[in-house]
C-alpha cells in the first residue's frame, strides 16, 4: 500500500519503539514448547555481545529430562536426549548451558553406575550455526 505521507487523524502512535542495541532489555521469546532469553549486547553476562539462553524453566526441563534417562539406567537413552540438545540453535548462551548439561549428564551417569560411564568426548556439542541465505 502506498500513501503520499498523510495519515488519518484516527489513526494513534501508541507503539513505543527503540533501538535494542541502544536499550539493554532483555527480550522473552516463545518458539514451539520453548522460551528463550534474547540478551541484549549491553548485558553484563555476556562480555558486550548479543546472545540467546534458554528460559530459567526450559532449562530445567531439559536438566530433568536427562535425570530421568540416567535413572533409568540406559546408557544409550541418557546419550540420545542429550544429543537432542544439538537441534537447539547455536548461540553463545546456549552453548554454554549445553556444556553445563553435559557435566551434568557425566556426573549423573556416574551417580546411577551407567556401565562404562560417558566421557566428555562422547557428547558432541555443535558450536556452529549454518547461515541459512534469505534472500536468494
Not at 540416567?70 to 548462551?93: I, M, T, V
Amino acid at each position: 500500500m502506498h500513501t503520499d505521507g498523510a495519515q488519518a487523524p484516527e489513526v494513534v502512535h501508541d507503539d513505543k519503539f527503540h533501538d535494542g542495541r541502544q536499550k539493554a532489555e532483555r527480550l522473552l521469546v516463545d518458539i514451539g514448547t520453548m522460551r528463550y532469553w534474547v540478551m541484549p549486547p549491553g548485558d553484563q553476562n555476556n562480555n558486550g555481545k548479543a546472545t540467546v539462553r534458554t528460559h530459567r524453566g526450559c532449562y530445567r526441563e531439559l536438566k530433568e529430562v536427562m535425570m530421568e534417562a540416567a535413572k533409568r539406567r540406559s546408557r544409550q537413552d541418557l546419550l540420545n536426549e542429550f544429543h537432542k540438545l544439538n537441534g537447539l540453535p547455536a548461540w553463545a548462551g546456549i552453548i554454554e548451558q549445553k556444556r553445563r548439561l553435559a557435566d551434568f549428564v557425566i556426573r549423573s551417569s556416574r551417580k546411577n553406575e551407567i556401565w562404562p560411564p560417558i566421557k566428555r568426548d562422547e557428547l558432541k556439542i555443535i558450536t556452529r550455526r549454518k547461515p541459512v541465505p534469505v534472500w536468494k
